[in-house]
């Protein structure tokens, strides 16, 4: 190679590495000019004070409230639990002498207070009744069948079996 071709070389890179030069120069400057947009007396360094102060405040903000409004949501998670239908006890029996099979049944559904349901239906082969039962506090004010106290003392001693496996 002779030594024009060598210059041209040189000066081809070093074009090269102007144009770069400018590019990078045109994105910092772009930029810049978005911070100082935030800025009211064109310095940068109290424009990025003032920027990292704002998001320090909204980052508190942020954490304060989050954890009022966590502490909030338990506090109605919990409420709900406690009213929830959660205790469920179920006795499936034969209604009548001349129906086998099973098919009737009587349901207990509590919450932790022990309110709630019976749902009772008695199969038979010309008809099927439904009867609803409420439970407060674990009593009604109705005589029971013996499947439907069976279905409600399962219930009610639902949760007390899981506290024990705790």
Same mark, same amino acid.
């Given at each position: &190679?002779?030594?024009?071709?060598?210059? *041209?070389?040189?000066?081809?890179? &070093? &074009?090269?590495?102007?144009?770069? =030069? +400018?590019?990078?120069?045109?994105?910092?400057?772009?930029?810049?000019?978005?911070? &100082?947009?935030?800025?009211?007396?064109?310095?940068?360094? %109290?424009?990025? !004070?003032?920027?990292?102060?704002?998001?320090?405040?909204?980052? !508190?903000?942020?954490?304060?409230?989050?954890?009022?409004?966590?502490?909030?949501?338990?506090?109605? =998670?919990?409420?709900? %639990?406690?009213?929830?239908?959660?205790?469920?006890?179920?006795?499936?029996?034969?209604? +009548?002498?001349?129906?086998?099979?099973?098919?009737? +049944?009587?349901?207990?559904?509590?919450?932790?207070?022990?309110?709630? *349901?019976?749902?009772?239906?008695?199969?038979?082969?010309?008809? =099927?009744?439904?009867?609803?039962?409420?439970?407060?506090?674990?009593?009604?004010?109705?005589?029971?069948?013996?499947?439907?106290?069976?279905?409600?003392?399962?219930?009610?001693?639902?949760?007390?079996?899981?506290?024990?496996?705790?």
């Amino acid at each position: &190679m002779d030594n024009n071709t060598l210059l *041209f070389i040189a000066l081809a890179i &070093m &074009m090269i590495l102007i144009i770069i =030069c +400018f590019i990078i120069t045109a994105v910092n400057s772009s930029k810049i000019s978005t911070i &100082m947009d935030y800025s009211d007396d064109g310095d940068i360094i %109290s424009a990025l !004070k003032d920027y990292y102060d704002k998001v320090d405040d909204l980052s !508190k903000t942020i954490n304060n409230t989050s954890d009022a409004v966590l502490l909030s949501r338990l506090a109605n =998670c919990e409420n709900d %639990s406690n009213i929830s239908l959660k205790k469920v006890g179920i006795v499936n029996y034969d209604a +009548f002498d001349d129906v086998k099979g099973k098919l009737s +049944f009587s349901l207990a559904l509590l919450n932790n207070n022990n309110d709630g *349901f019976i749902l009772t239906s008695l199969y038979g082969h010309n008809s =099927c009744n439904t009867y609803m039962r409420e439970i407060v506090g674990g009593e009604t004010a109705v005589k029971l069948l013996d499947e439907e106290k069976a279905a409600l003392e399962e219930a009610k001693n639902k949760l007390k079996k899981a506290d024990n496996n705790d």
